[in-house]
């Protein structure tokens, strides 16, 4: 047959629908995501996000969104803890009222929320984001159980949105001795657990807040002051830092670059001193190094094991006129020769309104503290 006879044959054949008549249904169009700026109420340096979990945790992320801070989220086992929270972004976990201080229940809740938690971090922090806090109270069940887990996912997420950091920051509140054997426990097994997460290189900083070192240096606290005390004791140190270092100084300057520093060193601690008499320049050393001795924030905490450390002092005009800076010196000196050797102490001298002078530290690359992590173990009867 012929190439026309072939074409003919073709056309008489009947021609076959291959149109698909079906009625549709409509189905949505896909909207592009809305990118919202997140942005913190006051100048900081670095650009924090906070992830409270259990009430304890919840309550120190509460307080750094009162200072400005708005990159903050909390989670809980509980919806009645959760309810008592004043921050936008909120998650319950798991059907049950609580993990009734058993860190196993938390952690397994914890991994079943994943995908949820992830869904929490974009809508908290956004993608402009240098580094994820975690903040747990170690003696309950949620906020111990939960942590380690938490820190896992602020890692892959600080990974995903290519954040400045690839660790992950952890303040961790130890118990009172009075809150029992069970707390206890929880706080040794938690605390044991990030210190490893330090060495092996995945957590910096860990703050340790101890609530009893506080209850020990404000006995007559009230129940409502003491947790706003405690809480407030490390997050408006921490702030002052992380806003210092966006402000000149016509003397010393203390910039991002030295943060980061104290940031990336591992286990830190934060001192404040207040003087207001200067004699003679041992005055001003005595009170720092008497000050870094109690430290107010933590016990068990070794500061001659320090590889790291800031100290900025603030003054009023007339003080700072007046005072040699030889005292200044000093005072820098005496915080080296506390720490170990071959140290650095970055410095920053500022401008101020109090009257006298005050002294604030930060401290970093401090050893495990195995004294603390032993009188932990002992009282949980671990």
């Not at 869904?119 to 109270?137: A, E, H, M, N, Q």
């Not at 002052?240 to 060193?265: C, E, M, P, R």
């Not at 200067?278 to 905490?301: C, F, H, P, V, Y």
């Not at 010196?329 to 005050?358: C, E, W």
Request: hydrophobic fraction near 35%; glycine fraction near 10%.
């Amino acid at each position: 047959m012929d190439n026309m006879s072939h074409l003919r044959v073709h056309e008489n054949k009947e021609q076959v629908d291959d149109t698909f008549n079906m009625d549709l249904p409509d189905i949505p169009e896909p909207t592009e995501a809305v990118s919202t700026e997140i942005n913190d109420e006051h100048p900081v340096g670095f650009k924090f996000g906070f992830i409270g979990s259990g009430q304890g945790g919840s309550r120190i992320a509460e307080t750094f969104y009162k200072l400005g801070y708005r990159r903050v989220c909390v989670v809980n086992t509980a919806e009645q803890d959760l309810a008592t929270i004043d921050v936008p972004n909120k998650l319950k976990l798991g059907t049950a009222q609580g993990a009734g201080k058993d860190r196993s229940v938390a952690k397994q809740v914890t991994i079943q929320h994943k995908e949820d938690i992830e869904d929490l971090f974009r809508r908290s922090f956004g993608k402009d984001i240098d580094r994820i806090f975690v903040t747990v109270g170690a003696g309950g069940g949620t906020g111990a159980g939960s942590a380690a887990e938490l820190v896992k996912f602020a890692a892959e997420y600080q990974e995903t949105v290519k954040a400045q950091s690839k660790q992950v920051g952890v303040i961790v509140a130890l118990p009172k001795i009075s809150e029992g054997k069970k707390p206890n426990a929880n706080a040794y097994e938690t605390l044991k657990e990030l210190t490893a997460l330090v060495e092996s290189g995945v957590v910096s900083p860990l703050i340790v807040l101890d609530n009893e070192k506080i209850n020990t240096i404000y006995p007559k606290l009230s129940v409502n002051q003491f947790w706003g005390t405690s809480n407030s004791s490390i997050c408006t140190l921490f702030n002052l830092f992380n806003n210092i270092v966006t402000k000149n100084s016509n003397f010393t300057t203390f910039d991002a670059k030295d943060y980061k520093t104290i940031l990336d060193s591992g286990i830190i601690v934060f001192g404040a001193t207040q003087i207001k008499s200067w004699s003679d320049g041992t005055q001003i050393s005595k009170a720092l190094r008497e000050n870094l001795n109690r430290n107010i924030l933590s016990g068990g905490l070794d500061i001659s094991t320090g590889t790291a450390a800031s100290a900025i002092i603030i003054g009023d005009e007339n003080t700072l006129n007046d005072i040699p800076q030889e005292y200044l010196d000093n005072a820098f000196d005496q915080l080296n020769r506390m720490l170990k050797t071959n140290s650095t102490v970055h410095q920053g001298i500022y401008k101020g309104t109090k009257p006298g002078i005050s002294i604030f530290t930060a401290i970093g690359g401090i050893a495990t503290p195995t004294a603390k992590l032993e009188e932990l173990k002992k009282l949980g009867g671990v």
